[in-house]
């Protein structure tokens, strides 16, 4: 993970925000590379989401909305993780993200251990647990180290849990709601009448837009709204990179369905389409799982909620979201606004509340993962080699362009006709600098999936050009013609 950082950094793809005065944790700056990707992540979701569809439709509302939006959806009173603090070091940090085990010797407690979430989580408590043993010089067999969130400590229990930012028992305090929004204020006045709210989530826009979309376009259910956009959470340990920050862009889609209709079913096919997207852009299958909320953990409006996970170098952690929500946001925004939000029924001549499938995932969440899954190193040659083997279709750059040399008018001429022809299609990178070897790790390492060359024998000969692929470095000569024939293929998939 570190190694990727680096490159995000080094290669332009992701910046600490305003990095010149220490930085802000949890907000981060996409570089040239990185707007690239996130661009692309964004225009591919919309396109196979929304375009390629005959029963989605997109919409894009504002960041703030009306508070009311917000006492409905019931953000205002009950949108909160768990916190804890540290009063010794002055560090907080979210219950549910601190583990902590009892630490039992043949039969007898000695302590407690305590971690912070990650894959090694388990391994650092036993050794720690087994540290403990010695200290004590404590006989007979230590019993497994069960983990458990600090959430499910019992009051007993706070003054024995050591802090995992000093090792010292007695200093956590109890855990804590703390509520995530972040607030503002519009208009000139700053008092309570002027309070709002940075949105926490792009879902409520879709459902207080219900009836607009209903009654301007000519959409029957089953149909779905989609939106991309940002959203803002004052997370109280962001970290993992940009895996948990607190600006991030949303892409959600809320699917009407009847009533009646089979809500399993329906929320199995979206499953099942969000898991075959993420595989057709580049992650691979043996990385992703599912997991099902169990139904004491659900909220109490939820019919059921499916998580697919992605194993990150930091453990495996939910990706994208569907849940079967039922009607719950569509009648609380009826309450709350008191207006009515149906949808006329033909077939049974009645206005009916649909219920609603939400598949919910973060661009950024995506960015990481395809980064993670793209990142290698192998050896070319004798030379070590950063590969990002990034998807054509996400790839910042889909072609660089190479003229052989840079003193030849000619042949530089030459290239950069094909440089401006293949711009017409897509994000072309222009190289004259360095030897020929040196501009291929270059963009190896950034992800362009293709370089094309042009030499002596293009100016000289034949006019073909040399066509190298960044996976399998092979390289095939094409005319000018055929190369474009090539590229569309492999990058447009036509």
């Keep these: ?88 070091s002055k560090q907080r940090f979210r219950a549910d993200q601190l583990y902590f085990a009892a630490v039992i010797v043949a039969g007898e407690k000695i ?86 709210y940075l949105r926490p989530e792009t879902a409520q826009g879709m459902f207080f837009n219900f009836k607009n979309v209903v009654d301007t376009t000519r959409v029957k259910l089953p149909f779905g709204i989609a939106q991309i956009g940002r959203s803002f959470r004052n997370e109280i340990t962001p970290r993992n990179f940009i895996f948990r920050s607190r600006e991030f862009e949303q892409m959600e889609m809320e699917y009407f369905i009847h009533p009646d209709a089979d809500w399993q079913k329906e929320h199995r096919a979206w499953i099942d389409w969000c898991k075959n ?40 952690q939910e990706l994208w979201g569907i849940a079967a929500r039922g009607d719950y946001d569509l009648k609380q925004h009826v309450k709350f606004s008191g207006k009515a939000l149906e949808f006329f029924d033909e077939a049974n001549k009645s206005k009916v509340v649909p219920h609603v499938i939400e598949p919910a995932v ?68 222009w190289d004259v600098s360095g030897a020929i070897g040196r501009r291929y790790r270059r963009m190896d390492e950034i992800g362009t999936p293709f370089c094309v060359t042009v030499d002596f024998d293009t100016i000289e000969k034949d006019g073909t050009v040399t066509l190298r692929d960044r996976d399998t470095t092979q390289q095939v000569r094409l005319s000018e013609d055929a190369l474009v024939a090539e590229l569309s293929k492999r990058i447009d998939g036509v």
Aim: hydrophobic share 40%; charged share 25%; proline share 6%.
């Design 1 to 88: 993970m570190d190694a990727l950082v680096a490159l995000c950094k080094r290669r332009g793809f992701v910046y600490s925000s305003s990095e010149i005065y220490g930085g802000l944790a949890g907000f981060f700056d996409y570089g040239p590379l990185g707007a690239e990707l996130r661009r692309n992540i964004r225009n591919a979701w919309w396109e196979d989401m929304v375009h390629r569809r005959d029963d989605v439709v997109g919409i894009d509302c504002s960041i703030i909305s009306h508070p009311k939006v917000w006492e409905a959806s019931g953000h205002i009173q009950g949108f909160s993780d768990p916190m804890v603090d540290c009063k010794e």
């Design 111 to 196: 302590g407690y251990v305590s971690v912070l979430e990650d894959a090694a989580m388990q391994a650092e408590a036993d050794g720690k647990a087994l540290d403990m043993k010695r200290k004590l010089a404590k006989q007979g067999a230590l019993e497994p180290v069960v983990l458990r969130d600090y959430t499910e400590a019992k009051p007993e229990e706070y003054d024995l849990i050591p802090s995992p930012a000093t090792g010292k028992p007695g200093s956590l305090t109890p855990p804590r709601a703390f509520n995530l929004m972040f607030q503002t204020h519009v208009g000139a006045m700053t008092d309570e009448s002027s309070v709002a």
């Design 277 to 316: 997207w993420l595989i057709s852009i580049g992650l691979p299958a043996s990385h992703l799982s599912e997991y099902d909320h169990p139904k004491e953990k659900l909220a109490f409006y939820s019919r059921g909620t499916t998580d697919i996970m992605f194993n990150y170098p930091f453990g495996v």
């Design 362 to 429: 973060g661009v950024d969440r995506i960015l990481l993962a395809v980064l993670c899954a793209a990142y290698y190193e192998d050896v070319i040659e004798g030379e070590k080699r950063t590969v990002l083997r990034l998807h054509p279709r996400l790839a910042p750059y889909k072609v660089g362009i190479f003229p052989l040399v840079k003193n030849k008018p000619e042949l530089l001429a030459r290239a950069e006709a094909l440089c401006a022809r293949l711009k017409r299609r897509w994000n072309v990178f």
